[in-house]
């Protein structure tokens, strides 16, 4: 019912910044309710942040909190995931998922991905 595809993703050096986007197409966008995860070689994917479906409520994991910050434009079916002070531990294949159920923060729950987009934080 849903597409979603990353983009935004490349190398930056620790302390520094990217901005991830996610372009959705297929039902309205609205209609979902919207997270980042990430994947790091021989890891288990872990949850970043999730949006609620208005863009009013925001959720972050500890590791994150402060330094990310997710936003989405339902009006061009987008989410974004802004990152700053970046650390080498976010090297991560990040995904945008999204879901017509209640809100999680369980990656399992999600029945909709994007294919991934790499980010690379060097030392």
């Known amino acids: 019912q849903v597409q979603l595809v990353e983009s935004g993703g490349g190398l930056a050096q620790a ?3 990217l901005r991830l986007s996610c372009a959705s197409s297929g039902r309205t966008f609205g209609s979902y309710f919207c997270g980042w995860f990430r994947q790091a070689p021989g890891k288990e994917r872990e949850f970043v942040a999730a949006i609620n479906r208005s863009g009013s409520s925001t959720y972050y994991a500890d590791s994150v909190k402060g330094r990310f910050t997710i936003s989405r434009d339902n009006a061009k079916n987008a989410v974004h995931l802004q990152m700053n002070s970046l650390k080498p ?3 991560a294949v990040y995904f945008c998922a999204a879901t017509l159920w209640l809100p999680t923060l369980r990656s399992n729950e999600y ?3 994007g294919q991934g987009t ?3 934080v060097s030392s």
């Open 89 to 91: 531990e976010d090297t």
């Open 111 to 113: 029945n909709y991905w």
């Open 15 to 17: 302390g520094g910044s």
């Open 118 to 120: 790499q980010v690379t």
